[in-house]
């Protein structure tokens, strides 16, 4: 299974979607930018998407929900054993009201991994984050940004958040917004 992410205005991804409607394609709101997520076995219908291929999946995307999408940039000699390293783990997330699905996607073109996971809404992911079970889950993270990280990643990784409906059509404290 692959995963194809293509970013831009949330009118034009909505746009997208319309078009290839028959795909099983999800916009992701995330304010200014928004991302419309690919899933599919074969090819994509997006001209330059980052291309993910699943190498680890709990759960399946359900309609609707709170995306968190990491970005963990990995130097290419050190890239299996990331990999390896996140697929032997034990995930403490996967037990917490509220998840959904994770994905592991290793980049097609790029050195660039992503971490996927949904949850029901904001309120049940930043229950997860604030616990201490983040930094045993996400260990390549640090909690500062004078920690220091570890020599497989090239840049420090980085979180992003997304909801399934857009953002000022939905009240700001509600978990059902996304």
């Known amino acids: 299974m692959y995963i194809y992410l293509a970013t831009g205005t949330a009118d034009f991804m909505e746009h997208l979607q319309a078009k290839y409607k028959k795909e ?27 291309s993910f291929e699943v190498v680890e999946a709990v759960g399946e995307f359900e309609p609707g929900g709170f995306y968190a999408i990491t970005y963990v940039d990995i130097f290419e000699d050190s890239q299996l054993s ?4 996140l697929k032997s783990k034990s995930f403490h ?21 992503a ?19 983040y930094a045993v889950d996400f ?11 570890p020599t497989t990643l090239a840049v420090a990784p980085y979180t992003k958040l997304y909801g399934t409906a857009p953002v000022e059509e939905a009240e700001e404290d509600s978990d059902d917004r996304f």
């Not at 997330?93 to 991994?113: D, M």
């Not at 930043?126 to 201490?132: E, G, K, P």
């Not at 260990?139 to 990280?149: A, K, L, N, S, V």
Request: zero cysteines.
């Open 93 to 113: 997330f996967i037990n917490e009201p509220g998840f959904i699905a994770y994905k592991l996607l290793k980049p097609i073109k790029s050195t660039v991994f």
């Open 139 to 149: 260990d390549f993270m640090g909690t500062h940004e004078t920690d220091r990280r």
């Open 82 to 85: 990331f990999e390896n390293r």
């Open 115 to 133: 971490i996927i996971q949904q949850w029901t809404g904001p309120n049940s992911y930043q229950v997860w984050r604030d616990s201490a079970d």
């Open 24 to 50: 099983n394609m999800t916009v992701l709101y995330g304010g200014q930018q928004s991302v419309l997520m690919h899933v599919t076995e074969g090819k994509t219908k997006f001209a330059t998407p980052q």
